[in-house]
């Protein structure tokens, strides 16, 4: 349940804005407030089955974007080879101090600040 829901977080992350505001509210209190459909059907004077509806139809237009965009499968290729590139610079350092050249170690230093800036980003 664990994973489903954090698919759902990176989903909505990634694609929200394109969902009505009333898709966005539901699918905000349910997978991130953690209100039941009965709880937001309270709030919001309509059936569960009506929530259920409007969250059903929200995660399948960002699954649909998702298939065909691929961006957070992307992202997520994108992360892992940034940490193979810093891991590079790493061991670059690491033998630059071997053979005590000042051009090699800035140049690594540069790789790693570098890999390390775009990954916060």
Not at 63 to 82: N, P, S, V, Y
Request: hydrophobic share 40%; no cysteine.
């Amino acid at each position: 349940m664990k994973s489903q829901a954090y698919r759902m977080a990176l989903l909505y992350d990634f694609y929200g804005d394109v969902l009505t505001p009333r898709q966005k509210e539901f699918y905000d209190l349910y997978y991130n407030e953690d209100l039941s459909l009965a709880e937001i059907a309270e709030n919001n004077g309509i059936t569960r089955q009506g929530v259920r509806d409007v969250i059903v139809r929200a995660e399948a237009i960002l699954t649909d974007l998702e298939d065909k965009t691929g961006l957070i499968k992307r992202f997520h290729a994108m992360q892992k080879q940034l940490q193979e590139v810093e891991g590079a610079a790493q061991a670059i350092l690491a033998r630059s101090a071997r053979y005590d050249d000042p051009e090699l170690e800035a140049q690594a230093r540069k790789i790693l600040n570098l890999a390390q800036q775009m990954e916060k980003e």
